[in-house]
């Protein structure tokens, strides 16, 4: 079945860091990709997506590229501030086009 | 509304309890999904809707569950006979329901079983 793992937590990063955090999948058939954020107290915010191989979605100052060879679709963003805490999640939605599959998710926390 | 609204926001009940969530989705969003997020967990998909049928309800955890979709827009979330692993945070998600449309979430029921 479809699975996606996502670097544990926390990450705890200064204002003006570079951010990463790595995501990778397990799916039949050519998934489509997406980075869900939820701010303190507020529900789950569709991030950015990525729908075939080599796109790249982007919101916000995230970057994510859809790595087919490795499976992957990790998140940057090069200059982090104290607003981008949050928790972050991973996920899939395969050929059925339908459920999503989340990665368990990472809390960021950006200190000033 | 603009977005998706779940009620109750919280929801504490003791065990045994049967108990009742609510989603109202996006007005037009045919397709509607509920999911479960228990304590340091990612999200789990428990059912899905398109239009007023239920063509997946394979994440169901136990027949204590049950969902009801009616007028292709609210849906009501049962749970039976609570138990204490029932605690979670239940989120309801909708969306256009053709392929890609991203799902939109509402802000989700923190349900607590004593």
Redesign the interface.
């Given at each position: 079945g479809n699975s996606?793992t996502q670097m544990e937590g926390p990450v705890t990063l200064s204002e003006e860091a570079f951010l990463t955090i790595n995501c990778t999948y397990t799916a039949t058939g050519y998934p489509?990709l997406?980075w869900?954020v939820q701010y303190p107290g507020?529900?789950?915010?569709?991030l950015l997506?990525a729908?075939k191989a080599d796109d790249k979605g982007s919101n916000k100052g995230f970057e994510a590229t859809y790595r087919k060879e490795t499976t992957s679709f990790h998140l940057e963003k090069g200059s982090v501030q104290v607003s981008d805490s949050a928790v972050y999640?991973c996920?899939l939605?395969g050929g059925?086009?339908?459920?999503?599959?989340?990665?368990?998710?990472t809390l960021l926390t950006v200190n000033p | 509304g603009a977005?998706?609204s779940q009620s109750p926001s919280n929801k504490v009940t003791e065990k045994g309890k049967d108990v009742e969530l609510r989603c109202d989705p996006i007005s037009g969003h045919t397709?509607l999904?509920w999911?479960r997020q228990r304590l340091?967990?990612?999200?789990e998909?428990l059912i899905?809707f398109?239009g007023n049928s239920a063509p997946?309800k394979s994440?169901l955890p136990s027949d204590r569950f049950s969902a009801e979709r009616t007028g292709e827009s609210v849906s009501t979330l049962t749970i039976q006979r609570t138990q204490q692993e029932d605690s979670a945070v239940y989120?309801c998600?909708s969306s256009l329901g053709t392929?890609?449309q991203?799902?939109?979430?509402?802000?989700?029921t923190r349900l607590s079983i004593l």
């Open positions: 996606v489509s997406f869900y507020e529900g789950l915010q569709l997506k729908t999640f996920a939605r059925s086009n339908y459920k999503l599959t989340f990665g368990k998710g | 977005g998706v397709a999904y999911y340091g967990q990612g999200l998909f899905y398109q997946d994440g989120l998600a392929d890609n991203p799902q939109h979430f509402g802000d989700g």
